[in-house]
């Protein structure tokens, strides 16, 4: 049987480029080569695409991008019936056939339909969420719109759109109470993120998240703690065990994220079974009503009286070997490389 070729898209013109790189080279080291044909695709800084022959260590390092022999400019071809990428060689177009599209690219310009709806576009089927999920879940707003008309309870809100005043924000603080969140609407990583406790920090905070985001959101503190859920599928689903968040104090920042300084995720999830069970059929209850298909990771609070609040839903999640995705499905039985041919499946098979 003729091994699939996948497209596994890297880098990316986004806050979170760094992130994707760790996760990339992780997945790509992890791809069984005796399963797959990989073809790596970097995306630079600057948005320029190349397939990507060299070694994988240079994507963790970051100089990937400077080895020019191993770097063929490329572009996605919208032709249906090339079903592929173009490799802009001197001296001609060489189509490079593709079965599947992998993206592992955080944030903006990947995370957030744009990829999804180029390759959608082609004809490629893309392993994860399509267009309309990423866009969705990228956008907390209205991702907790559709989680609320879902029935799963959401913190209180305010958006602000670009140029709007302070007086409405003050006023919202006023009535919700601090401490608030003060969030870009479409960002990921906790970036532009920061959380207030007083009226003169709101300003700033503004000014911080509008660094990344037009829209800026305002939410309501749940007190309790965080807990995910990684979720494989489309039809049928495979949710692993739940983890937990434990922060010794502020909240669960790009910093905490990536070097867990004074928090710890516990896998599984220091709760009983019965609360266990009500967070996995709440998460598939999330995935489905905001579209996603092929795998995600649905965040929620879990309030001291037992109440589960919807946070976000990341649908390109961390993909390091010790991030929270794999260390869930790793509790549920799974090994890394099982994850993937498991994601990569529920494609192949649909």
Sequence with gaps: MTKPTIAVLFGGRSPEYSVSLQSSYAVLSNLDPNKYTVLPIGITRAGQWFSYTGPY?????????????????????????????LALTPQYLQPLP???????????????????????LAGIPIIGCGTLASALCMDKDRAHKLASLAGIEVPASLVLDQGENLQAAAAFAQQTGYPLFVKPVKAGSSYGISQIHREEELLPALELARQYDDQVILEQTISGFEVGCAVIGSRELIVGEPDEIELSGGFFDFTEKYTLKTSAIHVPARIDDATTQRIKEAAKVLYRALGCTGFARVDMFLTPEGTIVFNEINTIPGFTEHSRFPGMMKAAGFTFREILDCIIGQVMHQ
């Excluded at 990937?64 to 063929?72: A, F, Q």
């Excluded at 592992?104 to 959608?120: A, P, R, S």
């Design 57 to 85: 260590d240079a994507i963790a390092q970051d100089t990937w991008h400077e080895d020019t022999d191993h770097l063929t400019p490329v572009v996605v071809s919208q032709d249906r019936t090339l079903h592929g990428l």
């Design 98 to 120: 593709v079965d599947y599209a992998l993206p592992i690219l955080h944030g903006k310009n990947g995370e957030d339909g744009t990829v999804q709806g180029l390759f959608e």
